[in-house]
RNA sequence: GGCCCGGUGGCAGAGUGGUCAUGCAGAGGACUGCAAAUCCUCGUACGUCGGUUCGAUUCCGGCCCGGGCCUCCA
């Protein structure tokens, strides 16, 4: 599942600073993900809950830290009392002192401890608001991802994700909040958080311009180039974005799409073993580059493979790694050759060169070798025949 | 300032107490009418200074550099 957090005071802002009603602001930015997601080879969730329509659900949960007295209200808020979380602080490492130490933040003067975190807070009349027994408001911090989870997963999970920059406060206090109401030891089982991307070495952000959208990225390349470029880096390293990084990642896959393009004489067998040098790479936390590794591994094995039930293994196993990382879904042909309107065009002057060569007129041939290559299209003599590409 | 993470060959990026990552780029070779692709071979890689060890890129400590978080921002 994956959580759309649909209302908060940065919404809210952004909404009145455009002018506009915050569905409208909220639908468009989540139609957008959704492109995005799609064009990037994400799988879809089962469910992915709004918190607009869960307000229920969190109320009902602040009830219950209320009853259970981990939680309080205050000047029409409701506040988790920190302190009565003892191992509050064990995911992101943080001691009680450490926080204090390092806090330069102000207290607000209604907290009975200074790490107590808002569960709801009251809204204005201007500002979206649910009705509750504290008065019309809205959630506060966390509690959104907190209700919906334990609502379609149970408490406790297997696996949360995020990024690195969630494991404090949001995640810590997500933990708190869960656990506190369901009397559980844990929330979630295991939590994977990635790394950032940065540009040219910078922290994107648009105080320094350095802004990328991956629509921006799209607009110049297939998205599983991006999604291979992700997946060269373990998820928990950060990763630096550049033009340079793009024709790597654009080289290395299409090293891959040349070796099944190269195994089209076979059909992928149905008997194939899984491709472990991917699996087992998966299967130890989710260690990416080293299932992309085996993919090239593979594609080595392939490329000097000659009997047709090797090749067949290969090319199963190939297409199969590939699928578990959203890798090599396009036809190969079509990923090298990229647009193909003027296809009859280039083949004929293929056919013409082929005829020169079978002629001896090697002149003519290398002729019509360079023609095509100044229009970036390489030919590639085969002992099936000739196969053109672009290039780049 | 506090807490945490990281610094690997030209580039990207895994990993390990003592044989190999892998890819891109580069060099040489094989193959090819030419070319491309492919295959083979290659480059004294592990920030720095100490310590532990028979042996450290891998463990420990100091230092330098980079990044993240530090409470009503999800």
């Known amino acids: 599942m994956r959580n759309i957090t649909d209302i908060d005071d940065k919404i809210i802002d952004q909404a009145k600073a455009n002018g506009e009603p915050i569905t409208e602001l909220t639908e468009r ?57 003892p191992s509050y602080g064990r995911l992101s490492g943080r001691s009680r002192d450490d926080q204090i130490a390092g806090a330069r933040v102000e207290v607000a003067p209604y907290k009975r401890d200074a790490a107590d975190f808002v569960l709801w807070k009251p809204s204005t009349a201007e500002q979206p608001g649910w009705d ?11 509690i959104e991802c907190s209700a919906m989870s334990a609502h379609y997963l149970g408490v406790p999970f297997d696996i949360h994700g995020g990024g690195i920059d969630l494991v404090f406060p949001h995640h810590e206090n997500e933990i708190a909040q869960s656990c506190c109401a369901h009397g559980t030891a844990d929330f979630a ?31 110049e390349l297939p998205g599983e180039v991006f999604r291979f470029w992700m997946l060269g880096a373990h998820y928990r390293q950060p990763l630096d974005y550049s033009e340079g990084a793009m024709a790597q990642a654009k080289a290395g896959l299409d090293r891959l799409y040349r070796t ?30 080293r299932a992309i590794a085996g993919l090239h591994l593979l594609a080595n094995e392939a490329n000097k493979a000659t009997r047709p039930q090797e090749r067949a293994r290969l090319k199963r196993q190939l297409l199969d790694g590939g699928r578990l990382l959203g890798l090599l879904t396009q036809d190969p042909r079509q990923w090298l050759q990229g647009d193909t309107t003027d296809a009859q065009a280039i083949q004929a002057l293929i056919d013409e060169r082929n005829a020169a060569r079978a002629a001896r007129n090697f002149a003519r041939a290398d ?5 095509l290559k100044a229009k970036g299209i390489v030919l590639e003599d085969g002992p099936q025949g000739t196969t053109w590409r672009r290039e780049g």
């Not at 002729?367 to 023609?371: L, M, P, V």
């Open 29 to 85: 930015t989540i139609e957008r993900f959704h492109q995005d997601t799609a064009a990037l080879g994400c799988l879809e969730p089962d469910v992915e809950p709004r918190a607009t329509e869960h307000v229920p659900l969190m109320i009902r949960m602040i009830e219950t830290l209320i009853r259970q007295s981990v939680a309080y209200e205050a000047e029409g808020h409701v506040l988790f009392h920190v302190p009565a979380m």
């Open 132 to 142: 509750s027994p504290w008065g019309r408001g809205r959630p506060g911090w966390h």
């Open 189 to 219: 089982r295991y939590w994977l958080h990635n790394g950032f991307i940065t540009v040219d070495g910078e922290k994107m952000s648009k105080s320094l311009g350095n802004f990328v959208t991956v629509a921006d990225v799209l607009d």
């Open 260 to 289: 099944l393009e190269n195994l089209d004489d076979v059909a992928a067998s149905d008997q194939a073993p899984p491709p472990m040098e991917v699996v087992g790479a998966l299967l130890d936390d989710l260690n990416t580059p």
């Open 367 to 371: 002729a019509i070798r360079d023609e």
